[in-house]
């Protein structure tokens, strides 16, 4: 047998979710900006519409399995009424806990939950006190990993963080302890590293395993034992942007990206291995009140469907069971990865099937050109992810296959 890393099931699980979205909600969507100075007054957080549940239901009539919610951005601004800090939405007019409102509407639509809690803080007062806001920020972890029951995966941003020191194995230890079953994006000790751009997009090829600490994007951020016991198993996950920015916006309006440019970016993230993780971000107010679309506190409908589009949801839904059948294009021996799942050892990856959790491995069936098409040209929902995921475009790999691969 090898000595060479192999996936823990929580990576597996994780590996298998493929598609998630990410949602970017807090002070900077009502005071239109992308990162705040910490100094927002809480009272600007009123959204009229807050409906996490849509978020949710848009998420899985898209085929995305999980959802990662910003808990706290870099303002410091907590969406839960936390003990750490007064600068939470406790003390805004909104009288909900947004993180308990997300995490029920994940669990009423079969969604793994995500948090996203910002390391850096521009708004704590002990942030440049290492040992005391280490303390902080691991008490804020307790309260998200024990009050909203199952978090499938902890998303840890080094936005902002470059020269900071941080006590990672006080925090890692605390994730651990109350969640020991969660991936970890990125920090610490992850299981699941960035892709390195914000395009989602993965390059070709994206090993699974990663030789070194620099292949990680996070060397800085690692503890210190992980980083001496490379190679490691750390899948990536490419993060983007389904507009320009990851607030919502008024002025990005014209950036909403294309259902071509939305197909391109799974072919070249699901496709090659990696995980996709696209940020859909909810309005903050009521522009005009004949129009849904700009509920506060909603995914619009510009976003989830195309704004030319007569097809519901749910009718792209049941077009796209039965006709779409979407993959990526198949790179035959000697010509490149030859899909997710194979593709974790580089050049050795012949030497590691099956792996020791049975043949959980995928291997990405080719489709006609016509079929391509097809799934580019059809109308409807903008996040037309639905379309190649129904059904699947993987099949276990047979023992036929592992021989003439």
């Known amino acids: 047998m090898s000595d060479r890393p192999v996936p823990s099931p929580r990576q597996l ?8 979205m990410f949602c970017h909600f807090g002070p900077n969507t009502f ?34 399995k999980y959802l990662v919610v910003t808990t706290k951005h870099h303002d410091g601004f907590c969406m839960w009424p936390t003990d750490t800090t007064d600068y939470s939405i406790a003390s805004s007019p909104c009288d909900a806990d947004m993180v308990e409102l997300v995490a029920q509407a994940c669990r009423d639509h079969g969604l793994k939950l995500g948090l996203y809690c910002s390391p850096w803080d521009r708004h704590e007062p002990c942030y440049d006190d290492s040992p005391a806001y280490d303390r902080h920020f691991a008490a804020q972890w307790t309260e998200l990993l024990t009050r909203y029951g199952e978090v499938s995966y902890v998303w840890l941003d080094g936005a902002g963080s470059a020269g900071h020191v941080y006590d990672w194995e006080m925090i890692i230890g605390t994730i651990r302890e109350h969640a020991p079953e969660t991936c970890i994006f990125s920090m610490g000790e992850p299981d699941v590293r960035w892709v390195g751009n914000e395009d989602g997009l993965a390059p070709d090829p994206c090993w ?30 490419c993060d983007a942007r389904i507009r320009a920015n990851w607030f919502w916006h008024d002025h990005d309006l014209p950036s909403l990206k294309s259902l071509e440019r939305l197909v391109h970016m799974y072919y070249n993230s699901v496709g090659r291995g990696c995980n996709l993780l696209l940020n859909v971000g909810p309005a903050p107010a009521v522009r005009h009140a004949a129009r849904r679309s700009h509920r506060s506190g909603r995914a619009t409908d510009r976003d989830i469907r195309r704004p030319d589009a007569g097809q519901s949801r749910d009718r792209l839904r049941g077009h796209c069971s039965g006709r779409t059948r979407a993959a990526v ?77």
Not at 54 to 60: I, L, R, S
């Open 208 to 237: 699974d395993v990663v030789e070194e600490p620099e292949g990680t994007n996070a060397t800085e951020w690692l503890l210190p034992d992980f980083r001496a016991s490379f190679p490691h198993w750390i899948p990536a996950e």
């Open 31 to 64: 005071a239109d900006q992308e990162w705040g100075e910490g100094d927002d007054d809480p009272a600007i957080v009123d959204p009229s519409d807050l409906d996490p549940s849509q978020w949710a239901e848009t998420a899985a009539d898209a085929g995305m």
């Open 329 to 405: 294009p198949h790179h035959g021996a000697g010509q490149g990865p030859m899909g997710r799942r194979a593709r974790g050892h580089g050049d050795r990856a012949q030497e590691h099937r099956p792996i020791p959790d049975g043949d959980r491995r995928r291997h990405l069936r080719p489709c006609r050109p016509d079929r391509r098409r097809r799934a580019a040209q059809v109308t409807g929902c903008v996040l037309l992810l639905a379309a190649i995921r129904r059904p699947s475009p993987y099949r276990p790999i047979s023992a036929s296959d592992a021989s003439n691969s």
């Open 13 to 20: 699980a994780f590996q298998d979710l493929e598609l998630g």
